[in-house]
Each structure stands twice: as C-alpha cells, then as structure tokens.
C-alpha cells in the first residue's frame, strides 16, 4: 500500500515539475510578445510551445509526465505598419511577434489548474501515508 502511495507521490511530482516548465514557457511568450527585431526586416521572437510525454518509471511502474520537447511556434508574424521604427523594412512594415495574448493566458490558465491538481494529488497521498502511520501505531 505504501508503495502505491510513493508511487503516487512520484507521479504527481514529475507532473509538478512538467507544469512548472510550461509555466516557465508561457511566462516567457507573454514577456516577449512586443519583442521585435534590432534588425530592419528581421524576424521577431517566436513564440515557444512544450509538448508532454508519458515515460515509464520501471521502478515504481508508475507513468511520469516528462517535457519531451519545447519547440518554436511556425505560425507567420503579423505585420504593423509602423514606419518609423527600427525593425521596419523598406515598406515601413514590422514583424510582430508571433504570440497570441489570449492564448497564452488560457495556456497559463490550464498549467495553473494542472500544478494545483498534481499538488493535490501530493497532499492526498501524504495524507494517506501518514494515515497508515497512525493506524499502524495505534494496533502496536
């Protein structure tokens, strides 16, 4: 039983820590969404995005959430007219990054509500051992 529950500690810290990266990401995103080139014409920040994998623990044979890839977003920049700044190309047009505020809000949003419910899962299992230590001290 305890096995279990340890097991259940592991799962739920490995989807802490995936969670916690993304939220890393997404904080990124939104700290570079007016990032634009120092280049006339160049290309601007482009947007990042994590992808999750499940990996088998052989020891616990629990299933581990691990980032298997943080990639770079291929959608096109979107253009502003903005002649008189500094990564505007010949025609005035800038590169703008990118990042899609809403989106990355609701990214946030859903990492946020995943870290809270893997530290949950934390809780109840540190609830449940330290139960079985009671019920084991008191049949002593």
């Known amino acids: 039983m305890v ?23 997404v904080s990124e995103n939104l700290a570079n969404a007016q990032s634009t080139s120092d280049i006339p014409g160049g290309d601007p920040y482009r947007r990042k995005t994590v992808s999750f994998s499940a990996e088998l623990d052989r020891a616990t044979g629990g299933s581990m959430v691990e980032v298997s890839a943080i990639a770079r977003d291929p959608t096109a920049f ?6 008189g700044h500094e990564a505007a190309d010949e025609l005035g047009y800038v590169k703008m990054p990118n990042v899609n505020m809403l989106v990355e809000m609701a990214d946030m949003r859903e990492a946020n509500r995943g870290y809270e419910a893997n530290l949950q ?18 049949n002593s």
């Open 121 to 138: 899962t934390i809780k109840q299992a540190r609830e449940m051992i330290s139960m079985t230590i009671d019920l084991l001290r008191s």
């Open 3 to 25: 096995d279990a529950l340890s097991t259940a500690l592991k799962v739920g810290g490995s989807g802490l820590t995936a969670q916690s990266e993304r939220m890393r990401i």
């Open 78 to 83: 979107p253009v502003e007219f903005q002649p």
